[in-house]
């Protein structure tokens, strides 16, 4: 009976959908319509309203979309669509200022006299535009009113003048910053958590370990890494469109003739050019160069790119040119007095000590309101220039408010669909198909692409991805990361702006095309991009490094990156350390050589030994990378045969525990059921069905090859082998490296020791001349103040005794006096090797220090350096296969 009511869902909303009905209602009222219903059936046929549900009843499933939609607004942690209104207002107030025409007149004019410039100029305007804007309509609409004329007159292909205008428009939908990315992000990120606890209880089931490794979790998304793994996807897409439309030039030159301009390329021309490219450059660079660089949140590059949005347009919409440009001459100025005045000066007002301090904070103060001067006066340009900043302010409230509302119908219509089990069928129909993961994608992927042809690019995202998104996180086969599954699906989502007979796209530009272009051009016309586009899909599936390698850099070379010590970045930092012990081994020992043979016959015999330890461990490191060789040689050895065996029993045992989960169903139900005769021959189908199923349990179990109980506990001796050379490894190289810096680190406080040891002298006075209770005061202090300084515990140990002695009846100032006296003999000893190890063992240790830091040192350190950040990155942005971990 769930599935009964799970069609009725899924057919409300359809029905709904296609009959015009808002979709900000249409989802939430199928969800509240099916579950009253299927409450109504229970209470009527079963006497229990709970009766058709999976589990739980009514009231559950509607709090919990209830709970969804409070948590879509309270959670403060949750703020990534914050940036929805952000981008909103920055686009339709950029398209209102006129960007595009400026863009599009100017580019073609450059571009014209190259085979296909104007369909070039139109595509690499669409790139523009889609960085600065991101709105598909508008950008559509402003190149089909200006470009399309002039791609007519001058014998341009009708169909593939209106393809190129309607694909170049929707490269908004991938090209960051794009809505659809945000939203993604968002949905994303949920169902990341999800697919973690999928997997860290698949994890449990099948180690019987409760704490899995953080390097077989999922690695999640935010926005701002959406947008850097979109951003080189994009460019693929918009070099496609361009090489299409240049080959077609050369091969057909009548569809994309070379059209000349009649002035002049001189001085004006390029100054025309630089005042239409520079200022939505800039933008761009200022937007996602702060979010590629680290800079800022994508929050936060939001709100910068409504500013200068609010800028570009005061200027351009002020018809008189005296005074024109010194708002945004203004703003600059500020920005870059912002610059300086944070490079040089503490502005953190906590902490003013100087005058400096003080006039940076001045400064600052002056900079940030000169600023502030020129966006109000920009803003009050527009609000003067006929109804435009009411109109962009009421359109993006409109749009906002649409894409939020959706995404509180979706979050009712997910807690709908898990309410009849549809989420459980989805997981057990895509797990069920043969092929794996990639069978999987490869379903998902051609649904998304054909609901593009009914559904909005919003819908799809927050309708399907929440239900099949955890399914494929989870699998450890193909280990995909987040932020590639997303940019797959926002290039899979863009083909519903574009995909025949109801492409948004294509209505926004049949609604400016002249008659003289027939419909059925735009169609033909689309074809070719929506190919263009798979085949960006299929280059991006097959190599993900396209999308995970930005992300990656980032985090990595950030100023907040992770130190080397990191364990999710363990994998692939050994993969480059391993390299350099084979390269620089010779180097390496000859250090440890050099070091050895310096002379510390005058150490402490603390510091002897720790140095002496220290140089063992580091010479023992080489011998711990070859067990690290010798132990994944035979791992990946027994892995080629066992491989095979590891998959088919897994999915043996998958199926025994769907059918699990099916017969707790069944069972549910069947208690559900009250004794009466309406009610028996349900109850026989349901017996019938539990029967079956634990049988076909028994023959799956039987299946399984008599080799696994032998072939698994090897597999599992060799893998935890492994592993434990790792571990070794790194605990070895982590005290090798730990005792070399403590050592120079004693060295450096030789000079504050040698100053403390005047302070520890006069304890001698106390102990003669105080009475008991301040001379134990003073004691006390010395010890805390000798806390600071490493290896002096032998000191302070001598020093306690003293102040003890000094302690209620046990009062005995000359047994005090004797171990401050053993405490000056260590305390000068201390200071006189360390005085002279400055001279002699310090130069040693730092030349020794800098021959190791970056292979036996390397995990102690606080970040990477650049170049070795950029390696890891590199390796990390490939999926590798975890299957054999679970």
Aim: aromatic share 8%; hydrophobic share 50%; glycine share 8%.
């Amino acid at each position: 009976m769930e599935l009964l009511f799970l069609g009725i869902l899924v057919l409300l909303m359809i029905t709904a959908l296609l009959s015009g009905f808002p979709v900000a209602f249409s989802l939430p009222g199928s969800s509240i319509i099916a579950i009253g219903l299927a409450a109504l059936a229970g209470w009527i046929f079963a006497d229990n309203p709970d009766a058709y549900f999976h589990e739980g009843g009514p009231v559950q499933w509607l709090s919990a979309g209830v709970t969804n939609l409070r948590s879509l607004y309270w959670n403060v942690e949750r703020d990534t669509l914050i940036a929805i209104p952000l981008f909103i207002f920055m686009g339709i107030m950029l398209q209102r200022s006129k960007v595009a025409e400026d863009l599009l007149v100017t580019m073609a004019q450059l571009f014209g006299p190259v085979p296909g410039g104007l369909g070039i100029s139109v595509v690499i305007v669409g790139a523009l535009l889609a960085a600065t804007t991101g709105i598909v309509g508008a950008t559509v609409i402003a190149m089909g009113m200006i470009s399309l004329p002039a791609m007519l007159r001058n014998k341009y292909s009708h169909s593939l003048a209106t393809g190129t205008i309607c694909a170049s428009g929707t490269l908004g939908q991938i090209i960051p910053p794009s809505i659809v990315l945000i939203i993604l992000a968002d949905q994303l990120s949920s169902a990341a958590d999800q697919a973690s606890s999928m997997r860290k209880a698949a994890y449990r089931e099948i180690t019987g370990e409760f704490s899995m490794p953080s390097v077989l979790d999922i690695t999640s998304a935010s926005a701002g890494d959406m947008f850097m793994g979109a951003f080189i996807p994009g460019l693929l897409l918009v070099a496609l469109y361009i090489l299409y439309i240049l080959f077609t030039a050369i091969i057909r030159p009548k569809m994309a003739p070379p059209v000349g301009y009649s002035g002049a390329y001189n001085r004006q021309f390029l100054a025309k050019v630089l005042m239409s490219l520079l200022p939505p450059l800039a933008l761009i660079f200022v937007v996602l160069g702060s979010i590629l660089l680290g800079v800022a949140t994508v929050n936060q590059a939001g709100a910068v790119g409504a500013v200068g949005a609010m800028l570009m347009a005061g200027y351009r919409l002020h018809h008189r040119d005296e005074r024109r440009y010194w708002p945004a001459f203004m703003a600059i100025f500020a920005v870059l007095a912002l610059g300086f005045i944070v490079a040089n000066f503490d502005l953190n007002i906590k902490s003013i000590d100087t005058d400096d301090d003080r006039l940076g904070v001045v400064l600052g103060l002056i900079a940030v309101t000169v600023l502030l001067g020129a966006v109000c006066w920009s803003g009050w340009r527009v609000f003067k220039t006929g109804t435009t900043l009411h109109e962009v302010m009421g359109e993006t409230a409109k749009t906002t408010s649409m894409v939020f509302i959706i995404l509180i119908g979706a979050a009712m219509l997910t807690s709908a669909f898990r309410a009849f089990g549809g989420e459980e069928l989805v997981k057990d129909m895509l797990t069920g198909l043969p092929g794996g993961f990639w069978v999987q994608f490869f379903v998902v992927m051609v649904v998304i692409f054909i609901l593009g042809f009914f559904l909005d690019f919003i819908e799809i995202a927050v309708v399907v991805v929440p239900i099949v998104a955890p399914i494929l996180l989870a699998d450890p086969s193909a280990n995909i990361t987040a932020v590639w599954l997303g940019v797959m699906i926002g290039l899979n989502i863009q083909t519903s702006f574009l995909t025949p007979p109801f492409g948004f796209a294509l209505f926004y530009l049949r609604g400016v095309a002249d008659q003289v272009v027939k419909t059925l051009s735009i169609y033909k016309g689309v074809i070719p991009f929506i190919g263009l586009q798979i085949l960006a899909l299929v280059i991006t599936g097959f190599f993900p490094s396209l999308v995970n390698y930005l992300p990656n850099r980032t985090y990595l070379t950030s100023d907040s990156a992770p130190p080397p010590m990191n364990p999710r970045i363990q994998p692939c930092l050994e993969e480059q350390v391993l390299t350099l012990y084979a390269n620089q081994k010779t180097d390496l020992v000859t250090a440890i050589d050099t070091m050895a043979a310096v002379d510390v016959s005058y150490l402490s015999t603390a510091a002897t030994d720790m140095l002496q330890d220290s140089l063992g461990k580091a010479r023992q490191t080489f011998a711990k990378v070859d067990d690290i060789y010798q132990t994944k040689a035979a791992l990946t050895d027994f892995a080629v045969g066992y491989e095979p065996l590891h998959t088919q029993v897994r999915e043996l045992q998958l199926n025994v525990r769907r059918n699990k989960r099916l017969i707790d169903s069944a069972q549910l139900q069947l208690r559900r059921l009250d004794d009466i005769e309406f009610n028996a021959q349900r109850r026989a189908d349901l017996e019938t069905r539990i029967e079956s199923l634990e049988q076909f349990n028994i023959r799956l179990e039987a299946g399984i090859p008599t080799e696994w109980a032998i072939q698994r506990p090897i597999f599992e001796k060799l893998n935890k082998a492994e592993k434990q050379s790792r571990n070794n490894y790194r605990r070895n190289v982590d005290e090798a490296y730990e005792g070399i810096r403590e050592l120079r680190l004693w060295i450096v406080q030789a000079a504050d020791l040698a100053q403390a040891k005047a302070d520890v002298a006069l304890l001698a006075f106390s102990i003669d001349e105080l009475d008991a209770k301040t001379a134990m005061a003073a004691i006390k202090l010395q010890e805390r103040h000798l806390g600071q300084f490493s290896g002096v515990s032998g000191v302070k140990s001598k020093l306690s005794k003293a102040r003890r002695a000094l302690k209620g009846s046990k009062y005995n100032p000359e047994k005090a006096k004797g171990y401050h006296a053993q405490a000056m003999d260590l305390l000068n000893a201390e200071i006189l090797w360390r005085q002279r190890a400055v001279i002699e063992l310090a130069p040693a240790l730092a030349n020794y220090d800098a021959a190791i830091k970056q292979s036996i040192g390397l995990r102690l350190q606080e970040r990477m350096s650049h170049d070795l950040a950029t390696k890891v990155s590199a390796c990390m942005s490939s999926h590798k296969d975890l299957s054999l971990q679970f």
